[in-house]
C-alpha cells in the first residue's frame, strides 16, 4: 500500500471508467489521468510508510490463503475414498444460476468466471500498476490467473505477455483455453487482435489493424466481431472511417466487413445482430445488410448503465441513468417479442443492478455519508447506502428481500466504483480499502477524522455466501 494517499480515489482507474459530466467529479478523472501519465512510479511519504504497514501485513496474511469453504456431504465422501495421503483442495458448492448470462463486467467461459484484477509491482526497478485476467471457477472455488507459467511473476512485460493488455482492448474468451485480446507482438509493433492458446502458453495473430486497435464487439458461430477506427489525412482534411469485420477465429479468415452506424458502441453480438448504444437510443445493427433498428430513445442528459444479455430467455436488460447522478431506470427488451418495457421496481429508480436467471439484484440511490475526505470537499459516501436488494425476476415489483448491508465495512457503489457480481448464492464484491484516519486539516492545521477509500495493492474479492451470510478474501495469484 504504498499508494494510498495519492491515489486517494484510484479506483477510477479501473477498466470501466465511466464518463462523468459532474464538474467535481471530472476534476478528480483528470488528476487520476494525469497520474496515470505518470506511470505511477512515486517516491513513498512518511504518511505513505504508515498506511504501509497495516496493509502489507493484511495482504501476507490472506495472499495464500485458499478459498475455505466447507465441504459438502458428498465431497466428504469423496475425499474419505481416496487412498493418497495428500491433502486435497477444499470444494466449492457447484453454483447452477449463471450459465448464458453475458455481460459488460465479465465473461464466462466453461465453469469459469473471467475479470481483470490489478496489482502493484516492481517492474524494473519502479513500481507500477499491473493488470491480468483473472478467474474463479464457479463449481470448485479455485481461483487463478490466464498466464499459465506457476513459475512467472506476471510483472514483468518482456517475461509474462499477459499482463496490463486491458489497456489496449477489453478480452473475451472463445472457450476455456482460448483468450482472444489486443497484443504488441513485438515492443515497436502496431497492437494486433491476437489469440492466445492458454494450454500451449502462445498466440496467433487474428487480425492486423489499419492503425488504432480495435474494439471487441463479440463472437458467434465462431466469428469474432471486431470495430476497426482508422483516419486519413488529404488536402488537410481529416477523415475517420469505422468499419465492422468478422473475422474467423480457426483461421483468421475476414467474413464480412461494413460501414456501422455513427458512434454506435457494442454491447454483444447475438443471432446476426450487433446491439449497440450510439449515445442516444439503444439500436440493434445487421452488419451484412446495414439495417438499424431502434430498442429504445434515451434524453442527452442519459446514458447506458449495466447491461445484460441472457441467452437462454433472449432478454436483454440494461439500465439509462442520469449522467450525473447515476441513477435511473431498468429495462427489459424481449427479443422473441420485440418489445421493450420498464422493469418496475417498487423503489422506481435504481443505481446499481446485476441479473441471474431467478433473481434481480439491486441497489437503489439511496447515499449514506461516510465521512469528510481529504481530497474532495463533497466527502466520501456510498450511493447506495452499502445495501444490496433481490427480487424475483418475474416479479419485479414485488417488495425486495435485503440480502445485503456492508454497513460502511465496504464500499458498494461510489464513482467508477464497479460493484458486485452474482452468481447464485454467492455475491462477490470489488474489494475497495476504506481508510479512516485522523490528519491534519491541510488549510486550518486542526486534526480531522476522514474517510476515503483507495484500490488496495493487492486487488481481490470478497466472497459472501449469501445462505450462510459466511465472508471471505478471494486472492487470484
Ligand atoms: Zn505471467
Known amino acids: 500500500m504504498k499508494h494510498a494517499f495519492l491515489l486517494v480515489l484510484a479506483l477510477i482507474v479501473l477498466p470501466h471508467l465511466i464518463s462523468c459530466r459532474n464538474e467535481q467529479i471530472e476534476e478528480i478523472e483528470n488528476e487520476i489521468l494525469a497520474l496515470r501519465e505518470e506511470n505511477v512510479t512515486?517516491?513513498?511519504?512518511e504518511e505513505e510508510v504508515a498506511t504501509d504497514g497495516i496493509n502489507e501485513t493484511e495482504a501476507d496474511e490472506t495472499e495464500k490463503q485458499t478459498p475455505d469453504l466447507a465441504k459438502s456431504d458428498t465431497e466428504i465422501a469423496d475425499s474419505l475414498t481416496q487412498s493418497g495421503e495428500e491433502k486435497q483442495p477444499r470444494k466449492n458448492k457447484p453454483e447452477t444460476d449463471w450459465d448464458g448470462i453475458l455481460s459488460s463486467e465479465y465473461q464466462l467461459a466453461g465453469n469459469k468466471y473471467y475479470f481483470h484484477t490489478m496489482e502493484w509491482k516492481q517492474v524494473n526497478g519502479s513500481e507500477q500498476s499491473v493488470t491480468i485476467t483473472s478467474y474463479i471457477d464457479l463449481t470448485t472455488g479455485e481461483t487463478g490467473v490466464i498466464c499459465p507459467d506457476p513459475l512467472c511473476q506476471h510483472n514483468d512485460p518482456a517475461v509474462c505477455k499477459y499482463i496490463s493488455l486491458n489497456s489496449v482492448t477489453d478480452f473475451m474468451m472463445a472457450d476455456a483455453n482460448t483468450y482472444l485480446c489486443g497484443y504488441r507482438t513485438n515492443p515497436n509493433s502496431k497492437t494486433k487482435i491476437c489469440a492466445f492458446d492458454l494450454r500451449q502458453d502462445n498466440y496467433r495473430v487474428l487480425f492486423t489493424p489499419k492503425q488504432y486497435c480495435p474494439d471487441l464487439l463479440g463472437m458467434e458461430n465462431g466469428i469474432l466481431w471486431l470495430r476497426?477506427?482508422?483516419?486519413?489525412?488529404?488536402?488537410k482534411k481529416t477523415t475517420n472511417y469505422q468499419s465492422v469485420i468478422g473475422v474467423r477465429i480457426s483461421d483468421g479468415e475476414i467474413v464480412y466487413t461494413n460501414t456501422p452506424p455513427e458512434d454506435a458502441k457494442a454491447f454483444f453480438f447475438h443471432?446476426?445482430?450487433i446491439y449497440c448504444d450510439n449515445v442516444k437510443s439503444i439500436i440493434a445493427f445487421e452488419p451484412k445488410t446495414g439495417d438499424v433498428t431502434t430498442l429504445l430513445s434515451y434524453a442527452?442528459?442519459?446514458?447506458?448503465?449495466?447491461?445484460?444479455?441472457?441467452t437462454l430467455r433472449e432478454e436483454f436488460w440494461f439500465s439509462i441513468i442520469n449522467k450525473e447522478k447515476k441513477t435511473g431506470r431498468v429495462y427489459r427488451y424481449s427479443v422473441a417479442e420485440g418489445n421493450c418495457e420498464e422493469v418496475p421496481f417498487l423503489c422506481g429508480e435504481v443505481y446499481y443492478f446485476q441479473l441471474t436467471h431467478s433473481r434481480i439484484f439491486y441497489s437503489p440511490y439511496e447515499p449514506l455519508y461516510l465521512g469528510e475526505n481529504p481530497?474532495?470537499?463533497?466527502?466520501?459516501?456510498?450511493?447506495?447506502?452499502?445495501?444490496?436488494?433481490?427480487v424475483d425476476r418475474d416479479e419485479p415489483s414485488q417488495t425486495p428481500e435485503l440480502i445485503y448491508d456492508a454497513e460502511g465495512k465496504y464500499i458498494i457503489c461510489n464513482i467508477g466504483v464497479q460493484t458486485y457480481t452474482v452468481f447464485g448464492d454467492k455475491l462477490y464484491l470489488n474489494h475497495v480499502d476504506i481508510i479512516r484516519q485522523k490528519r491534519k486539516d491541510p488549510n486550518t492545521g486542526e486534526m480531522r477524522n476522514y474517510v476515503y477509500f483507495s484500490l488496495a495493492e493487492k486487488e481481490f474479492k470478497i466472497r459472501i455466501d449469501l445462505s450462510s451470510g459466511d465472508e471471505e478474501e478471494i486472492h487470484f495469484e
Open 271 to 273: 443471432d446476426g445482430l
Open 42 to 45: 512515486k517516491a513513498k511519504s
Open 375 to 390: 481530497s474532495v470537499d463533497y466527502g466520501t459516501w456510498d450511493y447506495t447506502g452499502g445495501k444490496i436488494y433481490a
Open 228 to 235: 476497426e477506427y482508422y483516419s486519413k489525412t488529404s488536402q
Open 300 to 310: 442527452a442528459a442519459d446514458q447506458v448503465g449495466a447491461w445484460y444479455y441472457d
